[in-house]
Nanobody
Framework: QGEGGESGGGVVQDGGSLRLSCHVS????????MGWFRQAPGKDREFVAA????????DYADSEKGRFTMSRDNVKNSVYPQTNSLTLEDSTVYYC?????????????????WGQGTQVTVSS
């Protein structure tokens, strides 16, 4: 199990950047992959990015390649997703998840702990 979750959400202008964070304690954070997902109302939760337990491997959804980066600090039990060139379509709730494996993956079934989510709103 674990405690904690996302922070840093809010309102950002169209074309802007946003750096979020996710802190998880009480979980085997240092040996777990971490994932980042988002879910719009009425839609399935979709994969955005993931990072392996040691930060050496990252995976990104095709739509995010080139504008999204994800890093982690295992001393602080935190990951830091950052998105550039935000558009209105990026407005939704974002979730971090702690994996049950060490490798990064877009498979939701490989994540055992989920944060409560943070709302990101992109304004024109």
């Amino acid at each position: 199990q674990g405690e904690g979750g996302e922070s840093g959400g809010g309102v950002v202008q169209d074309g802007g950047s946003l750096r979020l964070s996710c802190h998880v304690s009480g979980h085997t954070f240092g040996t777990s992959a971490m994932g980042w997902f988002r879910q719009a109302p009425g839609k399935d939760r979709e994969f955005v990015a993931a990072i392996s337990w040691n930060g050496r491997s990252t995976d990104y959804a095709d739509s995010e390649k080139g504008r999204f980066t994800m890093s982690r600090d295992n001393v602080k039990n935190s990951v830091y997703p950052q998105t550039n060139s935000l558009t209105l379509e990026d407005s939704t709730v974002y979730y971090c998840a702690a994996g049950t494996t060490t490798w990064s993956s877009g498979d939701r079934d490989l994540y055992g702990y989920w944060g409560q989510g943070t709302q990101v709103t992109v304004s024109s």
